[in-house]
């Protein structure tokens, strides 16, 4: 088992919201939570829970409206505005102003915080970029131009920006939003990769439940009145992400920690057959409202033949055999 | 792509420009409405030939070239610094109703405060009194149209409040014209054809000192103006105060177009079209190359501007307010269709 990292970033009776003149909106108090070097972290709640509120309060982006955040063990009140560039970067869900940008010149920006008045790439400079690139695997498409790379392309640009920032904790704003399946899981495995080869510390909010809870080393759950930390299987074990994200429609289970959706009343149906058909048909047959029952009337068999995969339904003494799943979730019988 | 070549490619580039923008300097001393020798102007340029040659080259030619020069780099900077500032390809000083600010402020001073304290067109006065009118009124239309967009994001939304304002504007206007006599009229009405030749050496001097400011001010900022390309919460993440360097970018851009605004009359899309023309040229985003390109190809494109609009000789001008129109309005087109076909196509 990898031993925990050293502590890069904690927060301790936090209160996160909006601080105005003449009222606050606290939107959560008392969130005391940590992150260590070399650490994936996914942040997960519900759309509004304050996901967002909290990473941009993280990185300094608003004030907190109390407690305490420290990065290194410093408070972040006592790290100035050049410093902290340097300790912690971010990408956030803002879209690039210019998407004439060149993928090479985009992370050179991120070196920002240790050039010149003019913004001048010494050698050290240069390389940082390249070794951003590379680890990114953006280095063939350097010279290209943010609007003609693929979202997933885009996004890996932005945390080579974060790479070249070269800050060991790295906060981003759902890096996976609006990525397909694979983009998606490309993006979460380079954010390990990163923890695991860089030691980086890498704090990520996320939608995709599934990636984060295979994924993370730390959840940190944002639950309406608090948030809860732990690794994924703790959480799971402890009933907290069923409770979280359970509602009548969607149930968790914790022995594959997975959802599902809630199905109605059912009518049973006898199902045999052979493996791997046998577990599809039984989700298609969940589908259709029909739960395995070996005893009922109506029987499923399925079996590998010449011609590939054959259902046979029989009910009673009438038998029908079909050659695809569809065509025998048409002809199942009705009430 | 200037992918590993940058260091061929971009001091090329720049080095033809600045050939080409000396090229068209030369040649609109050499060339104007009154037909002169070659040898006749080199003569007048080293003090010497017919008195006549002298007045026509030094008081009328040279000043006039100059303004091309600096009204072309600080309206084409200007305009860069804008579509920066407000993350919007068309911001530009007469898109924005910027130049009409400026425009107002100049309409105040010409047509009211002049007449009121008997100011003549030769008086320093009034040539600072115009040009901090000008700044004055750029700057107020700036500051209106940057709390508009602060809280709109939507770029169509911003375009169309600064046609708005530039509309009430030219609506006030009217009405200062209405109340104001004859001579002062006139002054006005060829001040909005906008002309590079009305400009006298004191006036070029005040413009010049202006313009290096702004300038000066301008390229200051280039690295937060880099990082703004990314957004504006990366850059505030990499310690960019974004509070005043939007503060220093608007008092630059209102300097540079108000200053060339109030002397040379709106000189219509020169702001928003030359700077996508030095981005297409040196094919990068990045301001270190951007603004002195930008400024040089402004610098071009004015002096090909009154070229043209002196062609017809014989003491005939076509106001050089329809000649940048005619080659601006192009380029945006260009840039409109551009972007809709490009989102089209998503």
Not at chain 2, 186 to 214: D, E, F, H, K, P
Not at chain 2, 276 to 292: I, S, V
Request: aromatic share 6%.
């Amino acid at each position: 088992m990898k031993k925990r990292g050293i502590v890069i970033a904690e927060t301790e009776e936090l209160t996160i919201g909006y601080a105005s003149r003449r009222r606050s909106i606290r939107v959560m108090e008392h969130l005391s939570v940590s992150a260590g070097s070399g650490e994936l972290v996914a942040l997960i709640g519900r759309n509004g829970a304050g996901k967002s509120t909290l990473l941009r309060t993280l990185v300094s982006l608003q004030p907190a409206v109390g407690g305490k955040i420290r990065l290194h063990g410093r408070d972040l009140h006592s790290i100035g505005s050049t410093m902290l560039p340097r300790i912690v970067s971010f990408t956030s869900t803002e879209p690039v102003a210019e998407r004439n940008i060149s993928v090479r010149d985009a992370v050179s920006l991120g070196r920002f915080p240790y050039t010149n008045w003019i913004g001048t790439m010494t050698d050290a400079d240069r390389e940082a970029v390249d070794h951003a690139l590379e680890d990114t695997g953006m280095l063939t498409l350097a010279g290209r131009r943010l609007d003609n790379i693929s979202d997933g392309e885009r996004q890996r640009t932005l945390i080579a920006r974060s790479l070249a920032q070269d800050t060991e904790l790295l906060v981003m704003d759902e890096p996976t939003a609006f990525l397909d399946l694979p983009s998606r899981y490309g993006i979460v495995s380079l954010l390990r990769k990163l923890t695991r080869e860089k030691g980086k510390c890498v704090i990520y909010s996320t939608h995709d439940l599934d990636t984060a809870l295979n994924e993370a080393d730390r959840i940190w759950l944002m639950d309406g009145e608090c948030i809860i930390e732990g690794a994924p299987e703790d959480l799971i074990l402890s009933g907290t992400i069923a409770r979280a994200f359970e509602s009548p429609l969607l149930s968790f289970s914790s022995k594959e920690g997975t959802f599902s959706f809630v199905r109605g009343r059912r009518k049973g149906i006898a199902l045999k057959g052979d493996a791997p058909a046998l577990s599809l048909t039984e989700k298609a047959l969940g589908r259709c409202g029909y739960a395995v029952d070996q005893q009922a009337s109506v029987r499923v068999k399925v079996q590998t033949g010449p011609e590939g995969w054959r259902w046979t339904l029989a009910e009673g003494s009438e038998t029908r055999s079909f050659s695809t799943l569809y065509e025998l979730m048409v002809h199942l019988p009705e009430e | 792509m200037r992918e590993r070549l940058p260091s061929l490619k971009l001091p090329l580039a720049m080095t033809g420009l600045f050939l080409v923008t000396l090229l068209l300097f030369c040649a609109d001393i050499l060339f104007g409405g009154t037909p002169l020798e070659a040898g006749d102007v080199v003569r007048a340029l080293f003090g010497e030939g017919t008195p006549e040659s002298k007045i026509i080259v030094m008081e009328f030619r040279l000043p006039r070239a100059l303004t091309a020069v600096i009204a072309g780099a600080a309206l084409s900077v200007s305009g860069l610094l804008m579509q920066t500032l407000f993350r919007n390809p068309l911001a530009g000083p007469d898109v924005l109703g910027i130049s009409s600010g400026a425009g107002l402020g100049v309409a105040l001073t010409v047509l009211t405060l002049s007449p009121l304290f008997a100011i003549t067109a030769d008086s320093p006065l009034q040539g600072w009194g115009m040009i901090l009118a000008a700044w004055a009124g750029a700057g107020m239309v700036m500051v209106i149209i940057m709390a508009v967009s602060s809280r709109m994001r939507d770029i169509m939304t911003v375009l169309i409040v600064g046609l708005m304002l530039a509309s009430a504007i030219s609506a006030v206007v009217s009405l200062l014209q209405y109340f104001s006599n004859e001579t002062m009229l006139r002054t006005y009405v060829i001040w909005t054809m906008g002309n590079l030749g009305n400009i006298s050496w004191q006036q070029l001097r005040a413009l010049t000192i202006a313009a290096l400011a702004g300038m000066i001010l301008a390229f200051v900022m280039v690295k937060p103006l880099n990082a703004m390309l990314m957004g504006e919460t990366f850059s505030r993440t990499v310690g960019v105060r974004m509070r005043s360097t939007r503060l220093m970018l608007l008092a630059a851009a209102s300097i540079l177009a108000g200053s060339v605004t109030a002397f040379c009359g709106p000189l219509a899309f020169i702001g928003v079209a030359v700077p996508h023309m030095a981005r297409l040229l040196f094919r990068t985003t990045d301001h270190r190359t951007l603004m002195p390109g930008t400024a040089l190809f402004g610098a071009a494109i004015l002096l090909v501007s009154d070229l043209i609009s002196t062609a017809p000789g014989g003491g005939q001008i076509i106001p050089v307010n329809t000649v940048t129109s005619l080659i601006g309005i192009p380029v945006v087109l260009w840039i409109i269709l551009g972007k809709n076909a490009t989102a089209g196509r998503r």
